[in-house]
């Protein structure tokens, strides 16, 4: 008899063996990596560590992202927790997503941003309806409006993003308060709630100039900000949405967001094209 059964062999020195291993033996292999790798776990990346690699995936803007985003984390540290995150592809603009609201699925207080190659030019596109809101943004970079540049634009409103967040870490509303915080601010704007990439709709306009003298109920109710309007007055629809721009960025939470980012942007010698 040379076999005993088709499983086992001889062993050299008398008796037998298996000729190959049982599923006993596997489940046991199987079983000490899991305690391997429950010892020794594959290293999880950081929030830090997703967001840099976020950052510097977009592409031409990436590295200058990747440097300022830094640059913000080292002077406010607790900003590290805060998780950016890709809009879907092909969607414009930014916002953020505090942890206090219900859509938030993260756990973290949360910024939305076009990360995907050339979204520094989109940004700059969308943002050709909203000429006012480019000349406050480079008033307070001491810049020409003209010598803003998609990518230092791009930088400001990862910035202005982190802002909302550092808001939010520091608040001392509970979450409830301070969802209610923002919404009452929208309703003070001179169009309340009015967004501006609603306010350009055909149908909107159309609405709103349905209001009777509309343009004169506005020019005196914000006469003391308009000043430099033609005549100090709201002459057309184009000053209406210019008077929503420059309201939009007086609002309290809007201030601080621009606060920070204007505070990192001058915190060093300040070259547009360059990252720190
Ligand atoms: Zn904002």
Redesign the pocket.
Known sequence: MTTKDSGWVPKPGGGWVRAKPTIYDELKDIANEQVESVSKPEKKKSVLEQNIEILKAQGENGDNLAGWYLRAVEKYPELKEVLILQRPEGKIGAFSRSKFSKKNASGRHEIFLDLTAGSEQRYMEDFSHRQESIRLIAERLRIQPEALSPRTFQVWILL??LG?ALDHIHTNMTGKEKIKARADEMKTLPIGNGRIEDLRKPEVKEELMKKPNILEVLSEKYRSVITDFRGGKVNDYEDLIRLQEREYKSLP??VY?DDFATSIMLSTKFDPNKTP
């Open positions: 202005h993003e909302h939470s809007e967001a």
